[in-house]
C-alpha cells in the first residue's frame, strides 16, 4: 500500500480541510467533546483502571471472552446509573453492550430486517446515518417530513402504509420486522428538536399497527439543560398495554457523547424478544462482549459515581455554551434568519433566507471570516434545506463559542447584503 493511503493521522478529523483541532478555522461542525472535556478523562481512567484491575487478580475473568449481551457487572451498573438519569426503571436483562451507536445501528440492521428491507429517515435526519443506509444496496430509503416539534406522525403513517401494501412480506420470528424508521426523538441531530410526548404514542401504535421496527438514536437524551429527568425517550411508550406484540422500540445509547469517544462502548435497550433474539447473534456469539475490557473499565467508572460527577459537569458545560450561542444568535442574527432555542443536545439549526445557499455561505465565510460549519443539505436524503446551517457546541469552550457566534452573525449579515445588492463574494 502507498504511504499516501495511510497518512500519519491522530484523530476521525485529522487530515481533512475541516479539522476541528485547526485554531486557524472556528470549525463548528464537530458532534464530539472537546479537549478541555477529553483531558478530565485522562485522571478518571487512571483511577478506574486501578479499580478494575484490582478485582481480577485472581481471576483475570475480564481478559477473557465475554458473555454475548455484555458483562452482567457492566449492564448491572449501566441499568442502575440510566434508572437515575431517565428517572424510571431500567432493566439490566434488556441492556446489550455495543461497540458505540454506530455499531448498535448495524447490528440491529443485520439481526432484524432483511436484504430488502425498507428504511423510513426523518427529512432532516443525522448525515451519517444516511451514508451508511445507502451502502445497503438492495434496501429502499423513504423520506418522512419533520415539524417543529420533530416527527410528523401523520405523515408516518400515510407513508408506511403505502409501502407495507405494495408487496407480500414473508417475516420470521427471528426477523418479524419488514420495515424500520430510524429516528432521533430526544434532541434531535441536526434540528434539535423534540418529539411530543402524542407523537411519541402515535409512533408507537403505528410500528404495532405495520409491524415495523423504530430505532431511536437516543445518544443525547442526557445532554439536558432543565431541572429534573430528561424527556422521556420513546422506547419507554412501548410497554404492555392492549395491542402490545412484545416490543417494536430499540433506544439506542453511547458513552462517546457523554464522556468519550475513544472508549467505544454503547448499549441498546431491547424489548424482550428482540433482547432474546440478539444474544443468539452470530457476530456477539463468536465474539463474545464487544470492546470487554473497556467495558470493565467503565464499570469501575460507574461504580465509582466518576460517570455521574463528569456527566454532571459535562452537561453544565455544555448547557452554558448553548446559552451564550443562542443568546448572541437572538439578538445579533438578522431578523431574516430563523432558529429555535435547544433545551439539549449538541446543535442548532439555523434557517437562512430561501434565497441564501448555505454551501456558497460556507465556502466564503471560511475564506473571509475563518468559520464554518455543517450545511443543511448534507443532513437530506433529497438534497433539500439548502439554507440551512447546523452549528454545533460541544467541542470548543465558551469563549471560543462565544467569539464564533459573533463572527457568524456578521457573516451571514455581510452574506445576506452582498447577495441583495449582488456583489462579489469576496
Not at 121 to 127: F, Q
Not at 158 to 172: A, F, M
Not at 367 to 370: E, G, N, Q, Y
Given at each position: 500500500m502507498a504511504k499516501e493511503h495511510d497518512p500519519y493521522l491522530r484523530h476521525l478529523f485529522d487530515g481533512t480541510d475541516l479539522n476541528v483541532y485547526d485554531h486557524n478555522v472556528m470549525n463548528l461542525s464537530a458532534g464530539a467533546p472537546g479537549p478541555d472535556l477529553l483531558q478530565l478523562c485522562v485522571n478518571l481512567f487512571q483511577e478506574a483502571t486501578r479499580h478494575c484491575l484490582?478485582?481480577?487478580k485472581e481471576k483475570a475473568y475480564l481478559f477473557q471472552y465475554g458473555i454475548a449481551p455484555g458483562m452482567w457487572e457492566f449492564r448491572e451498573e449501566l441499568a442502575k446509573f440510566l434508572s437515575k438519569q431517565y428517572g424510571e426503571p431500567v432493566l439490566r436483562e434488556l441492556l446489550v453492550q455495543t461497540c458505540g451507536a454506530t455499531h448498535g445501528l448495524q447490528l440491529a440492521m443485520i439481526e432484524f430486517l432483511w436484504p430488502d428491507s425498507i428504511i423510513f429517515?426523518?427529512?432532516?435526519?443525522?448525515?451519517l446515518a444516511l451514508?451508511?443506509?445507502?451502502?445497503?444496496?438492495?434496501?429502499?430509503?423513504?423520506?418522512?417530513?419533520?415539524?417543529?416539534?420533530?416527527?410528523?406522525?401523520?405523515?408516518?403513517?400515510?407513508?408506511?402504509?403505502?409501502?407495507?401494501?405494495?408487496?407480500?412480506?414473508?417475516?420470521?420470528?427471528?426477523?418479524?420486522?419488514?420495515?424500520?424508521?430510524?429516528?432521533?426523538?430526544?434532541?434531535?441531530?441536526?434540528?434539535?428538536?423534540?418529539?411530543?410526548?402524542?407523537?411519541?404514542q402515535k409512533v408507537v401504535n403505528i410500528a404495532r399497527k405495520f409491524n415495523i421496527l423504530v430505532f431511536c438514536e437516543d445518544v443525547y437524551n442526557?445532554?439536558?439543560?432543565?431541572?429534573?429527568?430528561?424527556?422521556?425517550?420513546?422506547?419507554?411508550?412501548?410497554?404492555?398495554?392492549p395491542g402490545y406484540k412484545g416490543g417494536h422500540v430499540i433506544s439506542n445509547?453511547?458513552?462517546?457523547?457523554?464522556?468519550?469517544?475513544?472508549?467505544?462502548?454503547?448499549?441498546?435497550?431491547?424489548?424482550?424478544?428482540?433482547?432474546?433474539?440478539?444474544?443468539?447473534?452470530?457476530?456477539?456469539?463468536?465474539?463474545g462482549a464487544t470492546n470487554h475490557y473497556v467495558s470493565g473499565?467503565?464499570?469501575?467508572?460507574?461504580?465509582?459515581?466518576?460517570?455521574?460527577?463528569?456527566?454532571?459537569?459535562?452537561?453544565?458545560?455544555?448547557?452554558?455554551?448553548?446559552?451564550i450561542l443562542c443568546d448572541i444568535l437572538e439578538t445579533r442574527l438578522p431578523k431574516s434568519c430563523v432558529f429555535l432555542r435547544p433545551m439539549g443536545g449538541y446543535f442548532v439549526w439555523i434557517k437562512l433566507p430561501e434565497f441564501i445557499n448555505s454551501k456558497q455561505f460556507t465556502d466564503w465565510s471560511t475564506?473571509?471570516?475563518?468559520i464554518t460549519m455543517v450545511v443543511g443539505s448534507r443532513f437530506s436524503l433529497e438534497n433539500k434545506y439548502n439554507n440551512y446551517l447546523r452549528v454545533g457546541i460541544a467541542f470548543h469552550d465558551k469563549e471560543i463559542i462565544r467569539q464564533a457566534a459573533e463572527v457568524l452573525c456578521i457573516a451571514i449579515r455581510e452574506f445576506i447584503e452582498m447577495i441583495t445588492t449582488k456583489k462579489n463574494l469576496t
Open positions: 484490582e478485582k481480577e429517515v426523518e427529512d432532516a435526519t443525522y448525515m451514508q451508511a443506509f445507502q451502502k445497503y444496496p438492495h434496501m429502499k430509503i423513504v423520506t418522512v417530513p419533520i415539524t417543529d416539534s420533530g416527527l410528523d406522525a401523520e405523515a408516518l403513517e400515510k407513508i408506511v402504509s403505502e409501502e407495507y401494501t405494495k408487496r407480500q412480506w414473508n417475516l420470521t420470528e427471528e426477523r418479524p420486522f419488514w420495515a424500520m424508521l430510524y429516528t432521533i426523538p430526544v434532541f434531535h441531530n441536526p434540528t434539535g428538536t423534540t418529539m411530543k410526548e402524542s407523537t411519541c442526557l445532554i439536558h439543560f432543565t431541572e429534573g429527568p430528561p424527556p422521556k425517550r420513546l422506547f419507554a411508550y412501548d410497554f404492555e398495554t445509547g453511547t458513552f462517546s457523547k457523554i464522556l468519550s469517544p475513544g472508549v467505544r462502548v454503547g448499549w441498546m435497550e431491547l424489548p424482550p424478544r428482540l433482547a432474546v433474539n440478539i444474544r443468539k447473534s452470530g457476530i456477539l456469539v463468536s465474539g473499565v467503565i464499570t469501575s467508572l460507574l461504580e465509582l459515581g466518576l460517570q455521574e460527577k463528569h456527566l454532571t459537569y459535562a452537561r453544565e458545560k455544555f448547557k452554558n455554551r448553548m446559552n475564506k473571509k471570516h475563518k
